[in-house]
């Protein structure tokens, strides 16, 4: 069975940081297409970053710059460090599994693609 297990979130101030992390079990990384998405209340989920088998990263043009996915497969755990963080960051944040099968080209514009998800970590930043 797969699980995915985000931790990571919590409240900081504008220009803050935090790093997500979300823990895989019940599979192998490195054959899926991986992701962080994030809701707002009130707002639709958004794709925020995805990252391929190979390695390869796409991000929302709202968090280039700033946010930095990344991934271990020997712990078959995701990362995302977000730094510079601003208050229309705050939503909850989900990683996402897809697979096994990689990222198409524009993977965050297809949440339907993701078949596991986690329950979410909130991230609140404050100005």
């Known amino acids: 069975q797969v699980q995915l297990v985000e931790s990571g979130g919590g409240s900081v101030q504008t220009g803050g940081s935090l790093r997500l992390s979300c823990a895989a079990s019940?599979?192998?990384?490195?054959?899926?297409?991986m992701a962080w998405f994030r809701q707002a209340p009130g707002k639709e989920r958004e794709g925020v970053a995805s990252?391929?088998?190979?390695?390869?990263?796409s991000y929302a043009d709202s968090v280039k710059g700033r946010f930095t996915i990344s991934k271990d497969n020997a712990k078959n755990t995701l990362y995302m460090q977000m730094n510079s963080l601003k208050p229309e960051d705050t939503a909850m944040y989900y990683c996402?599994?897809?697979?096994?099968?990689?990222?198409?080209?524009?993977?965050?514009?297809?949440?339907?693609?993701?078949?596991?998800w986690g329950q979410g970590t909130q991230v609140t930043v404050s100005s």
């Open positions: 990252i391929d088998s190979g390695g390869s990263t």
């Open positions: 996402a599994a897809a697979g096994p099968f990689d990222c198409r080209w524009g993977t965050l514009h297809f949440p339907l693609d993701f078949s596991y």
């Open positions: 019940g599979y192998s990384y490195s054959n899926y297409c």
